[in-house]
């Protein structure tokens, strides 16, 4: 009977330990992840690579925490945990969030390509599309029409420049009204009339979604750039870098291996990032060189609202020393910053 109630006991158990990673709880577990060469990512027609060095992003690891992997991240170092509400907007689902951030990216290549081609005195041009639909509230009438990934190119018959535009002409109306739009759901060009909503407590009428612009960017000679399974704006500066030294005749890495990260505006400002001390570990441990770090400017409100906030800069510093790294962290404000530093090497 004894042996019996022990493999009871036993399957219990195991049952229960089993369980334990399929148990979800509202956390995201983040942790260093790795470099990726930006070379066989880039294509530039007749301007292929050069270099003997090369230029990488670098990733962060992130997925769903369980009960094993969230006591786990509590003691191992550059490992963090994020509560859902800290990674995702409000409502916003699973299919939002990863919709928002291949938006983000393709914002991101972009911009690194119009910064890349001005600076290489290229030839680009960029188009407005129509409104990208990044997510859509919930109990909205909206929400049975829309959903993320959908382009709205028309309201009313009218085609706008901008998202602004977009936004000005909804707000010109009353909530209760309707309007006609068109818009496009993968492949499929679609049409629907839509009630406006009220968005916020003052009454704003609205359809109801967050948006960003949806822009077209024509290049001479024509760029490509394979950023399939990388989400989010982070490698901006560095597709800005590589994009460029495929216009340049010497290599301007210097036969280095070199790593960073940033956000790339239009005109040319490289933006804060989440995560930096985990990119410079990734880094350090793909065995990188150099390191670009935003030195993005912290405001005193910045300061007040969160005492401990520090530049991107200066944490890559501190955790380039605390593991012991010979990498050298390189400030960047700008893209100019990044190019004046590389062409110093040669």
């Known amino acids: 009977m004894r042996k019996e109630w022990k493999k009871i006991t036993a399957i219990v158990l195991l049952l229960i330990i089993i369980a334990g990673f399929f148990i979800p709880v509202p956390y995201y577990i983040s942790k260093p992840g790795g470099t990726e060469e930006l070379a066989p990512l880039v294509t530039v027609e007749d301007h292929p690579n050069n270099k003997d060095g090369s230029l990488s992003l670098v990733t962060i690891a992130m997925g769903k925490a ?4 969230y006591m786990t991240a509590k003691f191992l170092p550059y490992h963090e945990l994020e509560k859902d509400s800290e990674i995702k907007y409000e409502d916003e689902t699973d299919e939002e969030y990863n919709v928002r951030q291949m938006q983000m990216m393709n914002e991101s290549k972009n911009n690194a390509i119009q910064v890349a081609y001005k600076a290489a005195g290229q030839e680009v041009k960029v188009t407005y599309d129509g409104v990208y639909v990044l997510s859509v509230m919930e109990d909205v009438p909206a929400a049975k029409v829309l959903h993320a990934g ?14 602004q535009e977009f936004i000005d002409y909804i707000h010109s109306k009353k909530v209760g009204d309707t309007v006609k739009i068109k818009y496009k759901h993968g492949d499929k060009n679609e049409e629907a009339t839509i009630e406006l909503t009220a968005i916020d407590k003052k009454g704003t009428p609205g359809i109801g979604i967050t948006l960003v612009d949806d822009e077209k960017i024509t290049a001479v000679p024509e760029v490509k750039i394979d950023s399939e399974k990388i989400g989010g704006p982070s490698a901006g500066l560095m597709f800005s870098l590589e994009i ?3 216009f340049q005749k010497d290599d301007f890495t210097d036969g280095k291996k070199i790593a960073g990260t940033g956000t790339i505006d239009p005109d040319g400002t490289v933006g804060r990032i ?9 880094a350090d441990k793909s065995g990188a060189k150099i390191f670009f770090a935003p030195n993005d400017l912290i405001t005193a409100e910045m300061k007040k609202s969160d005492p401990s906030i520090e530049s991107n800069y200066d944490t890559a510093v501190k955790t380039a020393k605390d593991i012991d790294s010979k990498m050298k962290i390189v400030p960047v404000k700008t893209f100019q910053d990044a190019v004046d530093y590389l062409e110093k090497l040669q």
């Open 66 to 69: 369980n009960i094993y992997t």
């Open 150 to 163: 959908d382009l709205i190119t028309e309201i009313d018959g009218h085609a706008f420049k901008s998202s």
């Open 274 to 282: 989440g995560g930096i001390d985990q990119k410079v570990v990734a």
């Open 244 to 246: 460029y030294s495929r």
